[in-house]
């Protein structure tokens, strides 16, 4: 039996390394399996997810990685906005959908939403993005784009630059990256700095060093992970067209960046890369997003099928 | 052959007691099958669903029936507000819908709109709930629910509590007990009574007493079935407030029940039944949501499959 | 290997009569498959959708179509109210899309999108209504219809009546009419006259009129195609009024048309057709919605699958 069958996904920091590292072998043998053999892995299985919180893009990538292994998905994709929801709690929420599925996927804005969730369903619980923390799933479709692109993670730098503040997908990538030996460096605006009451933990796991100024590291990372910065968090326009202007990834930026280096991004981008890099060998964000798709797939397919594939 | 193959599914005055225990019994046979063969009885037909009303629970209980049996379902989850709806008439699009699929599924505030929609519709026709007084599906839930956990439901001492005067799931629930030989108590402050125009008919199928005093017939019961008081419904809030308080089921209440009452809710529940009430023995709304699923299966096997299963 | 594997479907305009007619027998094909072959034809694909105009009737004919051979569908039915859009590029919206799904069906107000979409993605592109022309599954759609029920397209006298100014189902129908040997009567108001600029293209194809009388023709027309005027179209609601009876198709006017005329209508139809003629054995408009539905399982079996079926 293998030893997620079953299990939830709640935290990335729930996972040792040897765990993210047989996820990684999952993942490279299901993009291996033709698609006929993959469709069995859950043949007739239901994923349910509950968005509490609208995500076309984490939805679709859950949605198409379970067709792909031969299951179905169905669910409800904005709650809020749902009229039948009338009140009704998370917890009557959880107990009904896991009658209509076989794993659950919830998306909710509450910091430990879905340990909660996972304590009451009779069904395994994926994490598809809670609190201010935790989004697991992306985690570890980020390291095994590192892992793929890179083939290792342990030695690399890694700088991460936007927003570090409001951002779940920074904090779990950082929490995941803890099981590896990595130099990383965080690039900021002042004000969109890393919050401080994470960071305690976090430099328990791993080395970090913080900058206002891209430049500093730009020609050191092998790989560059960057973030959306929303102009809301700004109070003032002038700061933010500022701070936007000078960390927007150019092919001049990548010319200072060595050959090698490779430019990630959880997507939707708007204009922090510019399109012409796109088309250059360093551009790896449309393949972190299929990755995302077989890693969940995976990690379905682990949950969902007691003897693995 | 069957005799529910291709049938609507239209009112549930129209079902006979036989009827009835056959539905029960092809429930109970599709609750034993392996999922492996369950998925053979609907292997790729169609359902389709309209849903003039949004009601996400319903409307995730038939997605997840039919995907159980392995069939899938498509649809309009919410015509009122669908920007393409552009003045269609009821008839012209269930025209359309029964080109797209093998059973239609439709919600619609309209009394007589299923029946209407099964005279023009090429394919079965399930009402999902329509008007004031129909939801027959939810009713062959509800009286699987007593059946299964009581053994049986002559003879029993039914309770229905809370709005009797706007919920559909009530009368269909009342003309549905009209089969059996029971002895219903209808427990509603003055205000939400049931409407007078339906006791006529209920009451040429059924005996039942009327009273606002819940602790009138509580110890007697064997069933006590909880409904939503929605604000909504009083013109004065502190009447609303003195009522809902009064119609809480909680754990003290439970305590002046017989042991083996069984406790039901159609849900959503807002607070109508307190949540300590949830892991008691006699809490068995979660078992009948999901003998809804069940029941839904059977049906939509019956109708589908000539042969039944 | 078929000639359209694989292939995009943009305008309808890039179509031979050739390549029609291979449509044509391969709907005719699919139709007399039993179901259980059907699926067998896109088995395990995935057809992703974007529109970016809701359209509720042609995504669930897309739906319905994948349904039927075999495939599951998922995508994004309204981009613009979802509000995970957060300014993406329709690029990257495409190229994640394509990660997600074997087949990409896109709607988008904008001319030349479904071109655009084409060149970045990696896998084949089906234009589900672009700008203000094009259309192309609508018209094979009518094409068929027309060939279906009349057993021929060359010769007939095809009368196209309403609104021919804003539609672009018309537009597509007119190019695809341009591959036959037809006689085609434009009937419309003065102020919905088909547009100056689209008729030159039009004319080297196919011989039209153009009448405002719809009497004009009546008697002579093998086909009748009706198509929505909209209210909002004229700055003036008595003309709107005024018009808008007088091209009402009624049994009056059915008596004044040839005995196997045939009626056709994109749907979906507000009053431009009575309801008492949907029985007569000319309205041939919900025979046309099924064969949307054939094609479009032809089209999309053509292209998922290499041998064809």
Known sequence: MNEFYQKDIISIKDYTKDQLETIFASTDKIMQLNPQDRREICKGKTLG????????RTRLSFDSAMASIGGNSLGISDISSSSTQKGESLADTVRIMSIYSDVLVLRNPLDGSSRFAAEISDKPVINAGSGTEEHPTQAIQDLFTIKKEKKKIDGLKIGIVGDLKYGRTVYSLLYGLGNYDVDVRLISPESLRIRSDSTYEIKKRIDFTETTDIEDHLDELDVLY????????????????????????????????????????PLPRIDEIAADVDTTKNAKYFEQAEYGKHTRAALLGMILNENGF
Chains 1, 2, 3 share one sequence.
């Open 49 to 56: 997810y509950l968005f509490y919180e609208p995500s076309t």
């Open 226 to 265: 960057v973030t959306r910065i929303q102009k809301e968090r700004f109070p003032d326009e002038e700061e933010y067209l500022k701070v936007k202007g000078s960390y927007v990834v150019g092919l001049d930026m990548l010319k200072r960046m060595k050959d090698d280096a490779i430019i990630l991004h």
